[in-house]
T-cell receptor, first 113, second 110 residues
Framework: NAGVMQNPRHLVRRRGQEARLRCSPM?????VYWYRQLPEEGLKFMVY????????ESGMPKERFSAEFPKEGPSILRIQQVVRGDSAAYFC???????????FGDGTRLSIL | TQLLEQSPQFLSIQEGENLTVYCNSS?????LQWYRQEPGEGPVLLVT?????EVKKLKRLTFQFGDARKDSSLHITAAQPGDTGLYLC??????????FGGGTRLMVKP
């Protein structure tokens, strides 16, 4: 099953550490999206990337958060100096192109101690 | 800021009952998707509606997109325990990002 693969599934970090979340899109998909889901809430858009380009990062916090989708390898969502409020499930989705259905991975659950 | 409001937030019904979940916005969307999410998993796409007034059926599930493309509904006929889960609507705009509603958590009791 070549679906969207996210790893790790669970990540525990202490306050001040860095968190790196990885996402491999479905085969043939070149558009990647990151969403965050806080407990008991819906998903909130963070960033939209194509290969080597950030298309829309309007949902990304201005500090500590960054994302990339290199020519080779998975997309990375990086959170520096994590705080308790970063605890959430982070979902990646991919699509074949613009205005195409987005297919989601099973998420990375980030817990900050 | 585009917002999508889902109602009800929680719904607990008996097996065999019918139910409708609503998704409303003051904004127009180019398309609207319905997803279902199980605990510990990602949302799974159920349907995409694009045209105002469009109705799509998926077995016992009926999805409708409002004429003005601002609202949508999901109707489940003769609910089964296997329908239990979190149902999410998401509107898509020209920028490709999805705006999600807060979700409806459905429990169907046997």
């Amino acid at each position: 099953n070549a679906g969207v693969m996210q790893n790790p599934r669970h990540l525990v970090r202490r306050r001040g550490q860095e968190a790196r979340l990885r996402c491999s899109p479905m085969k043939g998909h070149s558009h990647v999206y990151w969403y965050r889901q806080l407990p008991e809430e819906g998903l909130k858009f963070m960033v939209y990337l194509q290969k080597e380009n950030i298309i829309d990062e309007s949902g990304m916090p201005k500090e500590r958060f960054s994302a990339e989708f290199p020519k080779e390898g998975p997309s990375i969502l990086r959170i520096q100096q994590v705080v308790r409020g970063d605890s959430a499930a982070y979902f990646c989705a991919s699509s074949q192109g613009q205005n195409q259905p987005q297919h989601f991975g099973d998420g990375t659950r980030l817990s900050i101690l | 800021t585009q917002l999508l409001e889902q109602s009800p937030q929680f719904l607990s019904i008996q097996e065999g009952e019918n139910l409708t979940v609503y998704c409303n916005s003051s904004s127009v969307f180019s398309s609207l998707q319905w997803y279902r999410q199980e605990p510990g998993e990602g949302p799974v796409l159920l349907v995409t509606v694009v045209t105002g007034g469009e109705v799509k059926k998926l077995k016992r599930l009926t999805f409708q997109f409002g004429d003005a493309r601002k609202d949508s509904s999901l109707h489940i006929t003769a609910a089964q325990p296997g329908d239990t889960g979190l149902y999410l609507c998401a509107g898509e705009n020209a920028g490709n990002m999805l705006t999600f509603g807060g979700g409806t958590r459905l429990m169907v009791k046997p």
